[in-house]
């Protein structure tokens, strides 16, 4: 039987797995919560609610109908995604399987506003170890996180190279981290360098010199595990077609994570064409 994973159960996402789960695609969404739905107190805007409905309750509502069809739901966070004879969706301790996939994560911050990060992405600054580890062969490098995320790329990277740092920005660290990586807990004030990055200041004062940032910010968000299959990505959004799919073959993307009208029936939309091209893709 055909193997689809959502990762992301907010309205794109159950929307996605409810198209597939009717058309006998062995549908697992893969989410760590709510997502946006979570901050969402009243809603009023919504087909069919004539009484406000909260978020959490229309998050409730929707996996429940989406369950009672068969659709497996997985508590986790994903920390990657790679492509090879399949799709492998990675957790913190699981690595899961599947024929076709689709990205509704939502919309999130790619990495926190820092100077010249933007400038020396792809001359230094990656979004993606295990595509660009490779480059930093025995070299500085730092990775920019504080949870689950960043432990992911400090083990993609530990391999290739032993000067591994890790920057938290001054954020809370939310994860086990191995002894052996060095924290910094600073805040940064640039990334600096000349046509590539060489170093990153801090606001105290600080400055350590680098020839890699791998950026792993808080959850990987939609742009950041898109980019690691090599997708096309515009900003904080993905490239799709009107019918969701991505430019790699068997990769689609619903929800807010492409961007336009940031709202649920939009969401419930995508959700809708990404699931029908999932299984057309699957029964092709
Ligand atoms: C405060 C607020 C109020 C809003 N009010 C309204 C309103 O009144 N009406 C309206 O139409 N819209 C409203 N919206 C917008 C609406 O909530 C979003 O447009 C909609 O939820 C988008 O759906 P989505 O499925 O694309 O993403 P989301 O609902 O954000 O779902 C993303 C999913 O991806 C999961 N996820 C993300 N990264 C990972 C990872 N690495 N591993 C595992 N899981 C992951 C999340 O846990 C979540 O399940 C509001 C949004 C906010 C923030």
Redesign the pocket.
């Known amino acids: 039987m055909e193997r689809l994973i959502i990762?992301?159960?907010?309205?794109?996402?159950v929307s996605a797995a409810l198209y597939a789960v009717r058309a006998g695609i062995k549908t697992t969404v893969?989410?760590?919560?709510?997502?946006?739905?979570e901050?969402?107190e009243k809603?009023e805007?919504?087909y069919g609610f004539p009484e406000i409905i909260s978020?959490k309750e229309l998050h409730e509502r929707g996996i429940a109908g989406a369950k009672r069809l068969g659709v497996e739901f997985l508590t986790?966070?994903?920390v990657s995604v790679e492509k090879s004879d399949a799709f492998y969706v990675k957790t913190p301790d699981k690595l899961l399987a599947a024929d076709a996939l689709i990205l509704?994560?939502?919309v999130?911050k790619l990495a926190p506003e820092i100077q010249g990060l933007e400038e020396f992405e792809g001359r230094g600054v990656s979004y993606c170890a295990i595509c660009d580890g490779f480059f930093f062969k025995e070299r500085r490098v730092a990775v920019l996180g504080t949870g689950e995320n960043a432990i992911n790329e400090i083990n993609e990277l530990k391999n290739i190279t032993s000067d591994i740092t890790l920057l938290t920005n001054g954020d809370e660290i939310t994860a086990e981290f191995p002894d052996w990586v060095n924290i910094i807990s600073d805040e940064i004030e640039a990334v600096r360098g000349t046509g590539k990055i060489s170093s990153v200041s801090f606001k105290n004062g600080q400055t350590i010199s680098l020839d890699g940032l791998f950026i792993a910010y808080k959850?990987?968000?939609s742009t950041a595990l898109a980019k690691k299959l090599g997708a096309k990505t515009d900003g904080r959004f993905i490239w799709t077609d009107e019918e969701m799919n991505t430019n790699i073959s068997g990769l689609f993307a619903a929800?807010?994570?492409r961007g336009g009208l940031?709202?649920?029936?939009k969401?419930v939309y995508d959700g809708a064409a990404a699931g029908t091209s999932a299984v057309k893709y699957l029964k092709k």
Not at 30 to 37: D, F, H, I, P, T
């Open positions: 990762i992301g159960s907010g309205p794109a996402g893969v989410s760590r919560g709510a997502g946006a739905l901050k969402t809603i805007n919504y978020g986790d966070e994903v509704a994560t939502g999130s959850t990987a968000g929800g807010d994570c940031l709202q649920i029936s969401a």
